[in-house]
């Protein structure tokens, strides 16, 4: 009896520490510097410094460092392909001639890799002109931009 109870009580105490260390490894927190007006689902930002933080499951925040402090917070899902996490931190737009959309954010893992909603205005721009694909533009933490030649798609 004293076994089967040190048994369950390991078992417990496992379990509990995994899930808190899981709770506080998928929180995330980046800083990067966007060189680009852009929106995240229906809130528009101005460039600046931006801070990405998760403060609660499937939920980020957008929130501008410097200027007008805007916030958003904004629902995510998690990345639709472990090839989106790739070792690499950072913050991926989808590109409309002049306008940005935040597409996803990630710290380089798949399990913090999250893809956010296609905003009704960007949905609109897509179906607009249907034959152009929209143009890729990944943003470095340091802020220098790199255009995807290869990845350019469709929005639907």
């Not at 076994?3 to 808190?20: D, E, G, M």
């Not at 798949?110 to 152009?132: C, G, M, Q």
């Not at 943003?139 to 798609?153: F, S, Y």
């Amino acid at each position: 009896m004293k076994r089967i109870l040190s048994v369950t009580a390991a078992t417990i105490t496992i379990c509990l520490l995994t899930s808190t260390a899981y709770s506080q490894s998928s929180k995330l927190r980046l800083r990067f510097h966007v060189p680009f007006a852009f929106s995240a689902k229906n809130e528009s930002f101005p460039a600046g410094e931006y801070e990405v933080t998760q403060p609660a499951h499937f939920f980020l925040r957008v929130h501008n460092l410097v200027g007008n402090h805007t916030s958003a917070f904004e629902p995510v899902v998690p990345a639709q392909s472990r090839k989106e996490g790739n070792g690499r931190v950072r913050l991926v737009f989808h590109r409309y001639d002049n306008q940005y959309f935040l597409a996803f954010v990630s710290d380089g893992s798949w399990e913090s890799t999250y893809d956010f909603e296609i905003s009704k205005e960007e949905t609109l721009l897509a179906n607009a002109s249907p034959r152009k694909p929209v143009t890729i533009v990944s943003v470095n933490p340091n802020g220098t931009a790199e255009v995807a030649n290869d990845l350019t798609r469709h929005v639907q």
